[in-house]
Structure formats: C-alpha cells, structure tokens
C-alpha cells in the first residue's frame, strides 16, 4: 500500500516536472547519440519550425553544433539565427553532452537574444556605417587604407580622394536641412556609382567624403575616373519638388608618390582640394609639394591671426559716406585691419577669410564694435554726431540667431544704437535662415538700420531685391568702374536705382575713384550718396586723434582727404572690406 502510495507520488512529481519544462520560455530539446529527439518543449518546438506557427528552419548549423558537443565531450554554444521573412530570431544555444542510466544524451537549451542582437548591430552600425547615406565611417575606410599599406604587394598604388561639396552652408540655409541631407543621400549614390569591389566611398563629416580607389595603374586613369564622376554631378537633383544644383572639389593623393601614411595621404588630398575651392571650386586636382608649402603658409596666418586676436592687434580705419552733391558726410563704415608682429597694417583679404573659417569672425565683429565705442566721442568730433555708422557682418554671421542675438544686445548697450547700420550681403536675405522673418526685426526694434553690401555681385536678382525690406543698398565696385564708358552697367544702374527708390532705399555708389565716375553719377542719375578714395580713404583712430578738434575743420579735413591720381592707393574687394 506505501509503495503505491510513493509510486502515485513519483508519476504526479514527474507529470508536473514535465509540464514545467513544457512552459519553460527558453526553448530544450533533448536528443540520444543517433540524433533522435527524446523531449521538445513547446518553445523549442517554436524556434524550429515543429508546430507549424513558422517555416523550419536550415537544420545543418545546429546539427553540426551538436556533433562537435558529442565528438569532444564539452559543451557548445552557438548563435542561430532563424529568418521568417524579414523578420528575424537570434537563439544563443548551449548544447551540453551528458550520461544518463548509461545512455549518452544531448541536452540543448536556447535563449532568445534577438533584443540584444539588435542592440549591439545597432551600436555597430552606428560606430562604423554614416546613418544618413548608409556608408562607411571614417575608421572603416582607415582602417582599410591601413590593410593596404602594411599587407600591399610591392608596386601597388592607390588613389585616396577628399571630396567636400560646394556652397552646401548655402543649399542647407536655403533650401532647409531636411533637402540638405536627402542631397547628401543622393549625392553619395551618384558617387557610389562605378565603384569596384576593391573602391570604397566614405562620409567622414558634414558634406565631406573620403573615396580609396585600389588598385590603379597610373594618375591618368584616376583623373579620368574623377572627372567622369564630377561630370554625373552636374545634372540636378530633384529633391522635394525642388531642383537642386550641386557640384564638388576634390583634391586627390596616390600613394606611394604623396605619403606611406593614411593620416599623409588624407592630409595632402584635403590641401590639394582646398586649391580647388580657392580656384573656383566644382574640379579636381592632384596633390603636390607646393601646395605644401601653401598649408604651411596658411597655417602660420592661422597662428598669427589667433594671436593677433589675442593680443588685441586688431584695429579699426573708418571710410566716409558722401553726399556727392554737397560734399558732407553722411555716414562712416568700420572696417577692420590687423596689425602684424612689426606694427604694419595689414588688409582685411590676407585674414577675413581665414577668420570665417576658423570661427574667429564673430570675435572680429565683436572687437570693431569695442573699438567704436571706445571711440565715440572722437567720432563725433570727426564726423559729426548725426553719421551714421556701418559696421559688416557676413552672411554666415547674419544666418546665426545666437551670435545676432548677442550682438544685437551689444548694440543696445552702446547706448545709441539708432546710430548703426548693419552691412550684410544679399544672400543672408534670400536663404532661407529667417533673417528676415525672425532676426531683422530684433535690429528694427532697436532702430538699427540694414544695409546690403556688394549687392551685385551675389545671388542677385530684382525680383530678390523687391522681397528685401533694407534700408540702404550699396552698389557693388564693379558696376561703378568706368561707368561712363559702359552703357550696359549704366542700363543696370537705372533698374537697380528705380526699384530701390520704389522700395524706399536708399542707394550708395561703392569705390568712387574718379572724376569721370561721379561726374557720370551726378549728371545721369538720382543717386545722393557715394564711397570710395576720389572722395576720403580710410582713417584710423591715430589719424582722428591727431586731426583739430573742432568739429567743422575736422569734418571738412575728412571730406577732403582725396589722394591725388598718384599716390591713390589701389582698391581691392574683400569680403565687402576696402583696401
């Protein structure tokens, strides 16, 4: 009677045993030596396809899995991976050989890692593939030029190319982020294209790529190839019912003639493609040793200007607006000059530039405001207290709300901001930043005046002006050369000169050189107010300090300040800055 009692007790113990392993969430199979299954749960029975809820999937991996446990007597573990359509598992499997009542026994037991999986391919990709275009970081593309320099066979050469699209910080202001990064997207397939096994294209930043071309048999064939890639980005891109144009400077480095380094050949491809930006941009060029010589040179201006910045050499000339029928001053630009280690005076093109670039210009901006402040008394002294003041901001300045919110709180502190006028070129109006919708009206408010510089020479169009709500316009140099002699600038004069009037602003004549010019001006058009050396070359603070100061004297000094034909110094454009 006991031992049916026990004997009921074991089969319940061993049907409830059976029914947990059943509902265990892990999947278990146990299997003999012959590789029959002796016990499947119902989540095993899942993950191989054995109830019919999903195909069955390719039995060989595991099979061999779990011949290798039984051969060596230790476990395995595996990964398998399950695909039902697009839809995929990850098992991790443990396969573990054991004896039992002298049988030899195979237990398997599988976690679901799918989770994980995803996790981990996600950080991968993540680490070594660009998310927007799909490509290989930077690393990858290192770490392949790497293989190729340590594993190469002797005599094999590679091309690395660095390619960095044009004008994109004007595409994406103008067009909006959201078309700036589907043109990357599909710039990268146009550039993608033709590329063999062995090539590799990489983005390693913004709107730069890296491309390896392995192998190649002469700089001949690399050129080739890249300008056949330059000639397929020159058809549009159709992006948001927009037509985008976009074009690419390349500078490129073979090894072994231009380095045995990855970082040398990056380094000398970037310096021969900043020759081509600085060219006219939308080529490609190979690297050479005197574009070295040039990255050094640049490099040492870089060094200087930072130190120049930080020593506080920079200083301020200020150049008349003139009324050209009455001669009086209407109002002064700032511009900004740099002294260099001796105390020369240099002009803005040799910095302003480089300044933008390195992210200096909005301390430049800064300074020639401090100056002016400063200053201000002797100003007034000079030019009289009703002149305006002119002061540039370039366009990727005038495109950042935080520097123009901080700058226009530093004209409100000055304590007489209706006395400034902004100078800005006219593609700060026409991207599509909201500098007219959003940052103008906090330089409104304070009554600052904006003015557009160098208008001509930019993304100019009438029907662009007639959207621009501006004060001033200065007409750029070029226009103004010999205008009595070209009856093509003059017809252009006229339209530009009708429409500012219709529009309420007023119209400046830039880089008045000669009598010829202005007497053109005076007798042709309607236009009051002019600038440039026939009338007052730039005066620096020193110059002020040293004039009378009795306002009247001063002002006529200024007014009267023309160089003779002879020692007029030449005029040079920068950056709407004047020589």
């Known amino acids: 009677m006991n031992d049916n009692r026990y004997s009921g007790a074991s089969e319940a113990e061993l049907g409830f045993l059976k029914e947990i392993v059943r509902m265990l969430p892990a999947g278990l199979t146990v ?75 195979l237990i398997s037991a599988s976690a679901d890692i799918t989770e994980q999986k995803n996790f981990e391919d996600q950080l991968f990709r993540s680490a070594y593939f660009d998310e927007l275009t799909g490509l290989p970081s930077r690393r990858v593309i290192e770490h392949r030029a790497d293989s190729l320099l340590a594993h190469g066979r002797a005599g094999e050469r590679f091309a690395l190319a660095f390619l960095d699209v044009d004008n994109f910080k004007h595409i994406n202001d103008y067009y909006g982020h959201v078309v700036g990064d589907a043109l990357l997207a599909e710039l990268s ?59 690419t400077s390349v500078g490129v480095s073979l090894y072994p003639d231009h380095g045995s380094s990855f970082e040398t050949l990056r380094q000398n491809a970037d310096i021969a493609m900043y020759r081509v930006k600085n060219n006219g941009k939308g080529s490609a060029a190979f690297f050479d040793t005197g574009m070295e010589r040039e990255a050094l040179a640049r490099m040492k201006i870089e060094q200087s200007l930072r130190l120049a910045i930080l020593e506080k050499r920079f200083c301020c000339a200020f150049q008349s607006k003139v009324d050209i029928r009455t001669q009086a001053v209407q109002g002064i630009e700032a511009l900004v000059r740099l002294r260099d280690d001796e105390g020369v005076i240099q002009a803005p093109g040799s910095f ?125 140099r070029s226009f103004i050369t010999d205008i009595h002699k070209r009856p093509r600038s003059q017809g252009i004069l006229r339209a530009i000169e009708s429409l500012s009037e219709a529009l309420g602003m007023t119209v400046i004549a830039e880089g008045i050189e000669s009598y010829e010019e202005l007497a053109y001006l005076q007798a042709a058009t309607k236009i009051r107010y002019a600038q440039g050396y026939y009338f007052a070359r730039p005066i620096f603070l020193e110059e002020l ?34 020589r």
């Open 189 to 247: 397939k146009r550039l993608g294209r033709d590329l063999r096994d062995s090539d590799m294209l990489s983005r390693i930043s913004g709107d730069e790529f890296l491309l390896l071309l392995s192998p190649i048999q002469s700089q001949e064939e690399v050129a080739e190839f890249m300008q056949s890639t330059l000639e397929r980005l020159t058809a549009p891109f159709f992006i948001d019912n927009s037509e985008v144009f976009a074009s």
């Open 545 to 578: 300090k040293l004039a009378t100061p009795t306002s009247s004297e001063a002002r006529a000094s200024v007014a009267n300040s023309r160089p003779t034909q002879q020692n007029r110094p030449a005029y040079s454009r920068a950056n709407g800055y004047r």
């Open 352 to 476: 302003i530039n480089l300044a933008g670039e390195l992210g200096l210009i909005d301390e430049l901006t800064h300074l020639v405001l401090a100056e002016i402040v400063k200053s201000i008394d002797l100003i007034n002294e000079t030019f009289g207290a009703e002149a305006t003041i002119s002061i540039n901001v370039a366009a990727k300045q005038a495109g950042n709300p935080e520097f123009m919110r901080t700058f226009a709180q530093a004209l409100d502190e000055t304590g007489f901001p209706q006395r400034f006028m902004i100078e800005v070129t006219e593609d700060a109006f026409v991207a599509k930043n909201h500098f007219q919708a959003e940052i103008l009206p906090m330089f409104r408010k304070l009554g600052v005046g904006i003015s557009i510089d160098d208008f001509g020479t930019g993304y100019s169009s009438l029907s662009a002006l007639a959207d621009i709500t501006a004060d001033e316009i200065k007409i750029d």
């Open 31 to 105: 299997q003999d030596a012959q590789g029959e299954l002796l016990l499947v749960n119902d989540a095993a029975a899942a993950q191989l396809g054995m109830d019919g809820s999903r195909p069955s999937p390719d039995p060989t991996p595991r099979r061999e899995a779990c011949q290798r446990a039984l051969r060596s007597g230790e476990a395995v573990i595996s990964e398998e991976a399950l695909h039902d359509g697009a839809a995929r598992q990850v098992l991790l499997t443990t396969h573990r050989p054991v004896q039992l009542a002298g049988r030899e026994l």
